[in-house]
């Protein structure tokens, strides 16, 4: 919100690019521009970041399941997080990778590796989208 309020303010401060042009040569129409880009990336990180307090819940289960209180979890996980618990030692040994391999060998913890699954694809599709577009605008700009 700063910079899109200093932009707009024609405060450079936070523009070292613009500062070597100039407050001089900017026209002032083109800060008010780049206060809006910055006030619409701010509204699309406020949408994304939304979605990521929905997920909040699961994401304290995921990472720290000994943490969470089972009469708080959804009723899907209250018995694992339960049965988690008495493996905690094996968690604190181990880390989060790869205590979830541990727990998927564990038939009676399916939830949760969904969960863990999930959780995981979300970025890993996150990941393989941005490489794919960063891709076409290498080629974009090469045509």
């Avoid at 049965?83 to 205590?99: A, E, N, S």
Wanted: proline share 3%.
């Amino acid at each position: 919100m700063l910079a899109a309020t200093n932009a707009s303010a024609g405060n450079l401060d936070h523009f070292s690019s613009l500062q070597v042009v100039g407050l001089s040569e900017v026209k002032p129409r083109r800060l008010e521009d780049y206060a809006d880009v910055i006030s619409g990336f701010l509204a699309e990180f406020d949408r994304c970041f939304k979605e990521f307090n929905n997920l909040k819940p699961q994401f304290a289960l995921f990472a720290t399941p000994f943490d969470v209180d089972a009469e708080s979890a959804s009723e899907e996980f209250q018995m694992e997080v339960l049965d988690l618990k008495c493996d905690k030692q094996k968690y604190t040994d181990m880390g989060v990778p790869d205590f979830y391999h541990f727990v998927q060998k564990k038939v009676s913890k399916i939830s949760l590796c969904n969960l863990r699954n999930s959780l995981m694809a979300m970025f890993g599709c996150t990941y393989v989208c941005e490489q794919f577009f960063s891709s076409m605008k290498i080629i974009e700009s090469a045509l």
